[in-house]
């Protein structure tokens, strides 16, 4: 059975930067593409990056891009996001996500979720 649990979530002041990590406790994390997807109240889920099997293959929401970094350690089956540069409309409920298909960025594409943590960028 995959479970998916988050970590690292918080408050920080515009500017910061955290880093998330999703560990898979499931015994075929190696063999999924991973992904992140962030919800504010009122929205639909919205993708955040996506990163293939080993890794090779990332990619990103422009909203996102050249400030947040996604990487994943098979060995430890955990799933990271590296976020610089924070800005108020980043703040959201940071989901993991994991599916079968090749990278995607459709919140229908991923098979299984986490429960989310709470990112909190402050004015």
């Known amino acids: 059975q995959v479970q998916l649990v988050e970590s690292g979530g918080g408050l920080v002041q515009a500017g910061g930067s955290l880093r998330l990590s999703c560990v898979d406790s499931?015994?075929?994390?190696?063999?999924?593409?991973m992904a992140w997807f962030r919800q504010t109240p009122g929205k639909e889920r919205e993708f955040v990056a996506t990163v293939s099997w080993f890794g090779s293959t990332t990619y990103y929401a422009d909203s996102v891009k050249g400030r947040f970094t996604i990487s994943r350690d098979n060995a430890k089956n955990t799933l990271y996001l590296e976020m610089n540069s924070l800005k108020p409309e980043d703040t959201a409920v940071y989901y993991c996500?994991?599916?079968?298909?090749?990278?995607?960025?459709?919140?229908?594409?991923?098979?299984?979720w986490g429960q989310g943590t709470q990112v909190t960028v402050s004015s």
């Open positions: 996500a994991q599916g079968s298909k090749p990278v995607a960025t459709t919140a229908q594409s991923y098979e299984y």
């Open positions: 499931g015994r075929a994390f190696s063999s999924y593409t």
